[in-house]
């Protein structure tokens, strides 16, 4: 028999048992069942955490919930993580490392720099999450291959952050180190100005365009995906905002600005856009395709399936009887009453090329390189 490995922690404590506080105590019981986690919530979420198995213990009291731990975790909106912070820091121990999973960094990091000069707060981002919320929409695998951001300083223990960074490697997240001031200024571009310019977009065109908003059903592929997180709660968004206010505003300006140039050329001679149009494609092309959560980019195949009932359950039926295995799936075009296109995405290119062989000998109409 072999011995079992130690475990990373004994004890783990979780404020905010929502959806990523949720989710991380259900990756957490998947990996490391015999870790004892203590979750301190609302008495409803508590009572639906400890339904789900998601904890083992409810707590309402923070100071009471992070004695006994050996990892604290504070999954909470910005503004709750800062008023929490200077309680957990008078009752847990300096030998306890304490982390959190906003989306904004220096400032909580700033703070706990003060709170906690045992060096043992380590800033935690993880970027990930679900259009849904709450401890109802918690995944055991919504962490997994997900970026998950650690944002040490010149203070924090090495020993602790390769702790922290490991236990999160074990449950499959993939650990980016970076300072707390250059995350919050590249989340700004990349996060939270797409929020805005989403809200943007969709006001523009669903409230004040003379035309379009009696007509949204025309909304195509490209409408539809760009303005898919117009649809996020302000609440989720009010924090984050107030907080990163300063490279938000930085990154607005830049958006604007380069919104103003691409008007003034449409205004004067629209063919000069095609400079524009292709550096923005090469460099939409360094984006790597595993940061949709593979480790390495994937192969894809294009697939008609017809719009009759049975369809998709053949194509997938046919594949898993010849044990191929789907890693990603995305519908990409839709005519109702024909089909749909879907993007079927394989581990590699030998794996593409037997799933296109038995799909053409089922009669599907394949495209794509491989």
Request: charged share 20%.
């Amino acid at each position: 028999m072999k011995p079992q490995k130690p475990l990373p922690f004994q004890h783990i404590t979780i404020i905010g048992v929502g959806l990523i506080g949720g989710s991380l105590a259900l990756a957490i019981k998947q990996r490391f069942p015999a870790i004892h986690i203590t979750g301190v919530d609302t008495p409803r979420v508590l009572t639906r955490a400890l339904d789900r198995h998601a904890i083992d213990l409810a707590d309402k009291s923070i100071e009471r919930a992070v004695r006994s731990a050996d990892l604290v975790i504070l999954a909470a909106p910005v503004s709750s993580i800062s008023k929490m912070l200077p309680r957990i820091a008078k009752n847990c121990s300096p030998n306890t490392i304490v982390t959190d999973t906003g989306s904004v960094k220096r400032m909580l990091v700033e703070q706990a720099q003060r709170l906690f000069p045992n060096g043992n707060f380590i800033g935690g981002h993880p970027m990930t999450g679900s259009e849904f919320s709450g401890i109802n929409a918690a995944h055991p695998l919504l962490f997994q291959n997900a970026l998950y951001i650690l944002t040490p300083t010149h203070t924090t223990k090495k020993q602790s952050l390769r702790v922290l960074a490991k236990f999160f490697t074990a449950l499959d997240a993939r650990i980016f180190i970076i300072d707390p001031a250059t995350h919050d200024s590249v989340v700004a571009a990349v996060s939270h100005l797409p929020q805005l310019a989403a809200v943007a977009l969709m006001n523009s065109v669903g409230k004040h365009h003379p035309d379009a908003p009696d007509h949204l059903a025309l909304a195509a592929g490209g409408f539809r995906d760009m303005t898919r997180i117009a649809s996020s709660p302000f609440e989720m968004w009010k924090d984050i905002l107030s907080a990163n206010q300063k490279e938000i505003s930085k990154v607005l300006r830049l958006y604007i600005k380069q919104l103003n140039k691409i008007a003034s050329v449409v205004d004067s001679a629209p063919a000069r856009l095609s400079a524009e149009f292709k550096t923005s494609r090469t460099l939409r092309s360094r984006i790597p395709r595993s940061m949709k959560g593979y480790l390495t980019p994937l192969v894809e195949l294009a697939v008609f399936v017809e719009d009759k009932p049975g369809e998709l359950a053949r194509l997938t039926s046919s594949l898993a009887s010849h044990s191929v295995n789907i890693k990603d799936m995305e519908l990409l075009k839709v005519r109702e009453g024909r089909g749909g296109t879907f993007r079927l995405s394989f581990e590699n290119r030998i794996v593409a090329a037997e799933a296109a062989h038995i799909l053409q000998g089922e009669g599907f109409d394949v495209g794509g390189k491989w």
